[in-house]
């Protein structure tokens, strides 16, 4: 059901169409004043707004303008009256969905309040198709004996904790999860528990309000409610800290949380996803992992076998990241027998490098071989030479077969241009 706050100090109007929008089906609530809605805005989400232009206080200009920063998709239906539709005019320019002018029928109000909703359907849809289309690079290729376990796991609405060494496609079977499941057209957010400090998590899960810590100048969403309705992937959740991890086991039991700095209980329609690359139960047993919440995260478990213990599926894994490109058949008898301590991020980044490397249809051994670690057929071996060294040479060699393109050459190695930039200027100097 469509929630729709509905905005307006004149209580004959304001009550009518509360009225004539619940009869259409939607759950609508009416205030007298801006300040009041966009409370009720920031604690939930709501799918429409519709607002007076002229209200003493705060007009409906303030109110838009904080509106779509609460909710940047959220449509606002305007309604002024004729010596203020130049106004209006303006509010669309900053975003108003349409504007209705005094005095309206009702069932005309209903038609364009059924086109606004109509429109951030169709803006959400768009975000989901594009996101698919940015994943499609990277979508899951079937493990034998996993594939129906992960498509029973995405119909159900069950937390699930994948499990795997780094790099074997864990957040990808993650996304395969949500994308199967019925919360598909809804968000699905990553959130890196292992990169943010327990102060910073906890801001990044549950939001915060202004002033809640130096630095909080103003009132900040968290995952947990942006992704309302959806599926939010807790990666590496073993590195929580123990005292967040009491306050995700409240959200996984209750569905409810608080803000950082408030008192205001939110609820959380959200599909929680774990990863991690180390052994929870061990995490447990050794006191650094409630024993509660792992039980709540481990209702269905997904184990994401290392590469080494599929090289059978690597033919179809290089067909999958070639596209229409091929190796020859050293190369990939090379890459079968290699050991892929870096799974599948690392052949795929190997491969990467080897579209870069050679023109041709078919690429060879001699592309290949170099870059496997510890020197797999024959390669140089990594043993003993210091790690600096090794980086240095990875990275001249990239640069040079990337014509000094220096973009293209953090994206093949795995890194970002500017920790690219850093590590260079560091050599220089």
């Not at 989400?45 to 303030?62: N, R, S």
């Not at 039980?295 to 599926?313: A, C, F, K, M, S």
């Not at 057929?377 to 220096?406: F, K, M």
């Amino acid at each position: 059901m469509n929630r729709v706050l509905v905005i307006d100090d004149e209580a004959i109007l304001r009550d009518a169409m509360v009225e004539a929008l619940r009869r259409a089906g939607h759950s609508v609530e009416g205030f007298d004043a801006g300040r009041q809605a966009l409370d009720r805005l920031a604690s939930e989400e709501h799918h429409l707004v519709i607002t007076d232009l002229k209200m003493p206080g705060m007009d409906g200009l303030a109110v838009l303008e904080e509106a779509k920063r609460i909710s940047p998709d959220l449509p606002v239906i305007l309604v002024t009256a004729h010596g203020t539709i130049e106004s209006a005019v303006e509010a669309m320019r900053k975003g108003a969905f349409d504007y209705v002018i005094k005095p309206f029928k009702l069932d005309e109000l209903e038609i364009l309040v059924e086109r606004a909703l109509r429109h951030r359907g169709l803006t959400i849809e768009n975000e989901y198709l594009r996101t698919r289309v940015r994943d499609a690079a990277e979508r899951f290729v079937p493990i034998p004996g996993l594939q129906p376990l992960v498509e029973k796991a995405a119909a159900s609405d069950a937390t699930v904790l994948v499990s795997g060494e780094t790099g074997t496609g864990k957040e990808v079977v993650a996304r395969t999860l949500h994308q199967g499941s019925p919360r598909r057209n809804a968000p699905f957010l990553c959130v890196n528990c292992a990169a943010l400090s327990a102060g910073l998590l906890e801001s990044e899960l549950f939001g915060h309000e202004k002033g809640a810590f130096t630095g909080a100048d103003r009132q900040r969403k968290g995952r947990f409610e942006l992704a309302d309705g959806g599926t939010i992937l807790l990666d590496e959740v073993s590195e929580i800290d123990p005292g967040l991890q009491a306050k995700l086991l409240r959200v996984l039991q209750e569905r409810t949380f608080e803000r950082v700095g408030s008192s205001q209980t939110r609820r959380a329609d959200v599909r929680v996803i774990a990863t991690t690359n180390r052994n929870l139960r061990d995490e447990v047993a050794k006191g650094r992992f409630r024993e509660d919440l792992y039980y709540r995260l481990n209702v269905i478990p997904i184990h994401v076998p290392p590469l080494r213990e599929r090289r059978e599926e690597i033919p179809a894994l290089v067909e999958h990241f070639l596209g229409g490109r091929r190796l020859s058949k050293g190369a990939l008898r090379a890459l079968v027998e290699y050991s892929w301590p870096g799974n599948v991020r690392e052949l795929k980044n190997i491969l990467e490098r080897a579209q870069v490397l050679s023109g041709a249809e078919e690429i060879p051994e001699s592309v290949i071989v170099p870059w496997l670690e510890g020197g797999a057929r024959g390669g140089p071996s990594l043993a003993g030479r210091p790690l600096e060294e090794v980086e240095r040479e990875a990275i001249g060699e990239t640069l040079r077969s990337c014509g000094g393109n220096r973009e293209q050459a953090a994206r093949i190695l795995g890194i970002t241009s500017r920790t690219l930039r850093d590590k260079l200027k560091k050599w220089s100097g």
